[in-house]
């Protein structure tokens, strides 16, 4: 048995729209269901109420424009503020896991944010990390992504840091939302193979997820030693989910939970709110607290009707081999792109689905052997926006932030409507 | 007239109100093993002047319940459970004596798994030739949807002496503590009811019409032929009785904290605007966690009779009780000894205080005032720091919505009220401590038979409408009704009063203490695909613990 923290907040009056997959009645069902099998009565299962996240917390990791306030709500500080409330609770050693049973959720909120996209503001789970490291120091951290779409914010606020690595696996890109995490996102130039993406086809049921975990996502963590595993626990890969192709289960959830064995899991995506949620989220619970789940199952579960095609194994079969072995030759990757003048430069236009905004973004890494290497964003959005932005890194060399510091100050303000500093490091943020 | 009467573990106290003002008070030794003599003995001298034509009403607490249960005096009872998928059988209460249907219903009382008859009679038969006589029926989700209880009930008929369903006990959600408290209730169903009929029989033969009452762990009443079906909810009606009774003899509205200082324990309770507060899901009694609807409190091991002990350089306070005071010739130095030999209170020997107090100063090489000093410091901080973790604790209650979590209520106790021996000496330290304006009640000595005497029926109902399902369940009613797909929640909030009304009614209430209050009112749109198909409902109503009509919390009692 292992003592569980829990933090449930549906957020009973908050909604994107009243028909939106993102809306009040989303954990209703789920609700009831921790309710009625009495979860919280059991002592190694303890409930916490969420704090609310401060702006310094979303600015260590965002860069918001133009301000914080402007794009997100009480709801996200306070989904934000839960998965640290789940946080604190483990690393003071209250409790050796927890669940923040939260939304909205936030795995696709980037970096720079200008609006919302894929149903999230700000990356909750990105505020969370980088809050344990301000408040208990620097810690080597795996964030595993189980959510059916990928998670490209998380992977975007990752895609330089060394010390992060970031799995996810998803439904393919070229069948989901948001068209991104395919195997060769690997990293950026300095953090090469810290990103991982397991793209799985449609159909792909619970002895697929489970072969990709045992045979890749295991491994890996097992080689990178992280001190916190993080598990951003989408739930959209259910078989009844109405906005995916999966035909995960239950059951599958919850043996996944237990293998991945996270320190923390925070709760993403997941729409089918009335055959999927209620059962899932228990299944977790039990998982997390270490008590028996053998008898979690959807009423209408059919493991025959669901079980994958040959092809859909063999497939992930050799998908798993290739990512596998492009984890353990990372270290020989030679070209990491081009180099100019120090800088490594990538170009991505960004579209924020759920607000309707379109951002092009020139992102330049300085390339780096002694930390993920100074970053510097242009964007601008058709919201009229024009900003840049200078991010130093956690744990960044003295030649980074010098270089940091120096461009800050040089930047003419004139040019955009607002100059960024984001220093990790030191948890500085400054505006001009 | 009103005859209030509290059987306590220790004492049975009497209250007789005219126009609540306190005529009569008695206060005897409770016997327990005949807890009738008891009752005689604490009215008799009241019946002695009084004809019995000018009772109003009668309500009565007891600890039967309680002690059948604490003291395992209960009865075996067979389980018959629909548990559906979820947590395993491992993790639920009772191994014994139950059986697991195949039948279950899911969270929105859709039916998934219809009923088997055949194991339903395979259960009976099992349970018969085991020779239980008592059983409980219980379905994950039943609130939601009760047919399978209902049926199940039916196909039982008369073959054993009672069948407690699990919806029937409580409309809130709590699979594992529906079972606990469906087979608590069974268990002391035959218990109970002797008692029962033994108490209307002895109140007929003195020759009272008035109706009977009995004080449930919630604050409220419940007539006593109702409250057979419901023994359960008569547990802990003695710290109920303690709570209502502060709320008499106390004025005002205020937020405020009330303390009952025993010789054992200390228990606290919460006011909020002058309204208990009850537990969020149901009462704990025995290791069980049930839910039976019950006053929030909080007991600490620390009275004016816990023994002092000085350990490892510091003040040791119960929780053990191993006699009185040792003013009043107890072996070992207690807080009351403390408050004795410092002068806060008049009871007993001072120099027998002094000489218990002695033997800790002489261990710890303090002077007899140091260490009466320290004792007294500790009790105060000990049940200081409980009070204010109480408090806190329900401070913090997880909420579910942004509104509440941003505006949510919180309390902030101005007053506080003490009841108890070791209260006079214990009341200014404690209100300056706890920032809060002391106040000792009068007739504090018969509090809870006040309390017991003037406390209105309680109820609540659990609402559930389903406008795709076009269901309304009345969980605590068992009823399921067609609604108009139109339906609102106003037309839910309004039906329920009515429905809410006519249950109080029932068990006892009269027309002029229906002061309904709304606990909770959820709409949700249900959307499937891109359509909203229909709204989900959720009203819960009760009649709020409290005091019956007439009484003026101005003026309070006299
Ligand atoms: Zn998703
Ligand atoms: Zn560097």
Request: hydrophobic share 40%; proline share 5%; net charge negative.
């Amino acid at each position: 048995m292992r003592k569980t923290g829990l933090v449930f907040f549906p957020a009973f009056d908050w909604a994107i729209a009243p028909d939106h997959p993102e809306r009040e009645e989303r954990l209703l069902y789920t609700q009831d269901q921790v309710f009625e099998e009495g979860l919280l009565d059991f002592d190694n299962i303890v409930e916490f109420k969420p704090k609310i996240a401060k702006e310094e917390d979303v600015k260590r990791v965002h860069i918001c424009v133009p301000d914080v306030s402007s794009v997100v709500t009480e709801s996200h500080m306070i989904s934000a503020g839960g998965a640290i409330t789940a946080a604190e609770k483990v690393l003071s050693g209250e409790v050796d896991n927890a669940f923040a049973l939260v939304r909205p959720p936030g795995h696709h909120a980037m970096r720079v944010v200008h609006g919302a996209r894929g149903f999230c503001n700000i990356n909750i789970e990105a505020i969370m990390i980088e809050y344990i490291r301000r408040h208990y120091g620097h810690k080597r951290i795996a964030i595993v992504d189980t959510d059916c779409h990928h998670g490209d914010g998380t992977q975007d606020i990752y895609w330089h840091d060394p010390d992060t690595l970031f799995i996810s696996m998803h439904q393919d890109g070229r069948t989901l939302y948001p068209g991104s995490g395919f195997v060769d996102e690997f990293g950026g130039p300095n953090a090469l193979g810290t990103t991982i993406n397991i793209p799985l086809p449609p159909r792909t049921s619970d002895e697929g997820f489970l072969y990709v975990l045992d045979h890749v996502v295991l491994p890996i963590l097992d080689e990178f030693q992280p001190d916190l595993i993080i598990n951003s626990a989408g739930q959209d890969n259910h078989y009844t989910d109405p906005i995916t192709n999966m035909r995960f289960s239950a059951h599958g959830y919850a043996l996944l939970n237990d293998k991945l064995c996270p320190d923390i899991a925070v709760l993403e995506g997941g729409y089918s709110i009335e055959h999927a949620l209620p059962y899932v989220n228990v299944g977790i619970i039990l998982a997390m607290a270490g008590f028996d789940y053998s008898d979690i199952r959807e009423p209408d579960y059919d493991p025959e009707a669901l079980r994958q095609s040959a092809e859909i194994t063999a497939y992930i079969e050799t998908l798993a081999e290739a990512i596998y072995r492009k984890w353990q030759d990372r270290k020989n990757i030679k070209d990491v792109g081009r180099i100019v003048n120090g800088y490594i430069k990538r170009r991505k236009r960004i579209y924020y689905d759920t607000d309707g905004i379109v951002e092009f973004q020139e992102e330049s890494v300085r390339v780096c052997d002694s930390c993920g290497g100074l970053v510097l964003i242009e964007s601008r959005a058709d919201t009229g926006y024009h900003i840049y932005a200078i991010c130093v890194p956690g744990r960044s060399c003295a030649a980074c932030r010098a270089e940091g510091e120096y461009i800050f100050e040089s930047t003419p303000k004139f040019k955009y409507n607002y100059v960024y500093f984001q220093d990790r490091e030191k948890d500085v943020f400054l505006v001009k | 007239m009103i005859l209030g009467i509290d059987v306590g573990g220790t004492h049975t106290d009497a209250a007789l109100l005219e126009d609540f003002e306190v005529k009569k008070k008695v206060k005897v030794k409770t016997n327990q093993e005949d807890i009738l003599s008891s009752l005689l003995e604490a009215t008799s001298s009241i019946f002695a002047s009084l004809d019995p034509k000018r009772l109003r009403r009668i309500v009565l607490s007891t600890t039967i319940s309680t002690n059948a249960i604490v003291q395992n005096k209960i009865r075996r009872v067979g389980l018959i459970i629909a548990r559906g998928p979820g947590i395993p059988p491992s993790l639920l209460p009772f191994p014994e004596d139950t059986y697991l249907l195949s039948a279950y219903m899911n969270h929105r009382g859709f039916e998934v798994v219809p009923l088997d008859e055949k194991e339903v009679e395979e259960a009976v038969s099992r349970f018969i030739e085991a020779g239980i006589e008592h059983l409980g029926v219980v379905g994950k989700f039943c609130t939601r949807n009760p047919a399978h209880e209902l049926a199940i009930a039916k196909l039982i008929g008369g073959r054993f002496k009672h069948v407690s369903l699990g919806h029937k006990l409580s409309g809130r959600l709590n699979f594992r503590r529906r079972i606990a408290t469906t087979y608590l209730n069974a268990a002391i169903s035959s218990l109970y009811r002797r008692f029962a009929l033994a108490v209307m029989n002895f109140v007929r033969d003195l020759g009272v019409s008035a109706p009977v009452y009995i004080l449930k762990a919630d604050g409220g009443t419940i007539g006593i032929e109702e409250s057979i079906q419901f023994p359960c909810q008569t547990i802990l009606s003695g710290p109920a009785a303690s709570i209502m009774g502060v709320l008499a003899l106390s004025r005002g509205n205020s937020d405020a904290i009330a303390l009952d200082i025993g010789g054992t324990t200390t228990d606290i309770a919460v006011f909020a605007d002058g309204v208990p507060l009850l537990e969020g899901f149901g009462v704990k009694i025995g290791g069980l966690k049930t839910l039976i609807r019950g006053l929030r409190t909080r007991s600490i091991g620390a009275g004016g009779d816990s023994r002092i002990k000085w350990q490892d350089g510091k003040i040791a306070i119960g929780p053990e009780r191993e006699g009185d005071a040792a003013a009043l010739g107890g072996p070992y130095p207690t807080p009351t000894d403390a408050m004795v030999w410092l002068g806060l209170i008049k009871i007993g020997d001072r120099d027998k205080a002094g000489a218990a107090i002695y033997t800790l100063a002489r261990e710890a090489g303090l002077s007899v005032d140091e260490m009466a000093r320290k004792m007294l410091d500790t009790t105060l901080e000990k049940i200081c720091e409980a009070v204010k973790e109480f408090v806190n604790e329900i401070n913090n209650e997880p909420v579910y919505t942004i509104h509440e979590l941003l505006e949510g209520r919180k309390i902030r106790p101005t007053n506080l009220y003490l009841v108890g021996g070791p209260s006079e000496g214990l009341a200014e330290p404690l209100g300056k401590m706890l920032g809060c304006t002391p106040h000792l009640l009068p007739h504090a000595e018969v509090a809870n038979a006040i309390g017991a005497a003037l406390a209105r029926t309680t109820t609540e109902l659990t609402l559930l409408a389903d406008t795709e399902k076009r269901t309304l369940t009345i969980a605590e009613e068992g009823e399921t009704m067609y609604i108009p797909p139109r339906t609102k929640i106003d037309d839910i909030i309004t039906l329920g009063k009515e429905r809410l009304k006519e249950r109080a009614k029932r068990m006892g209430a009269k027309e002029d203490e229906l002061e309904i209050e709304v606990l909770e009112e959820q709409e949700f749109n249900m959307v499937r695909g891109f359509d909203t198909i229909g709204k989900n409902i959720r009203v819960k109503l009760q009649i709020k613990p409290g005091l019956i009509a007439g009484y003026n919390s101005e003026k309070g009692i006299r």
